[in-house]
């Protein structure tokens, strides 16, 4: 799998800051407890990394993920009864407008869950 060893760290710094905090705070709680663990693991992050979309050349939206860890994976927070379709279509989106291949969606809600989504960016390569 593609930077697993990095995903690897990320999880285990997930389930330990969800085994400690337990259910119930918002996301920018977690997303706070979550880099002061990845940080603590060696791990460079860049917490509300800024993204930009782009239409026929021309700037349509400005957006920001809630963690970058080693400029390679884009990490989305929630906090919700359960992970959905739009959060996928929002992680993965995140992935088109970058140059980063893979995200972790992860979920602080009843249970904690996670979903790793992988998209190539071949075309922005050769573009």
């Not at 690897?8 to 400690?20: E, G, H, P, R």
């Not at 996301?27 to 407890?33: D, F, L, R, S």
């Amino acid at each position: 799998m593609l930077h697993a060893d990095i995903t690897d760290q990320i999880l285990k710094a997930f389930y330990k800051v969800y085994n400690s905090l337990g259910y119930g705070f918002l996301e920018k709680v977690y997303e706070n407890a979550l880099l002061i663990e990845l940080k603590g693991s060696g791990l460079n992050v860049v917490q509300q990394y800024p993204l930009q979309v782009f239409y026929e050349n021309q700037l349509v939206g400005e957006y920001f993920a809630d963690i970058v860890v080693n400029d390679l994976i884009i990490l989305e927070l929630k906090a919700a009864e359960q992970l959905r379709q739009e959060h996928v279509a929002q992680l993965t989106n995140y992935l088109k407008a970058t140059n980063k291949e893979v995200g972790l969606l992860l979920n602080f809600g009843p249970k904690p869950e996670f979903k790793r989504i992988v998209f190539t960016n071949s075309f922005q390569k050769s573009a």
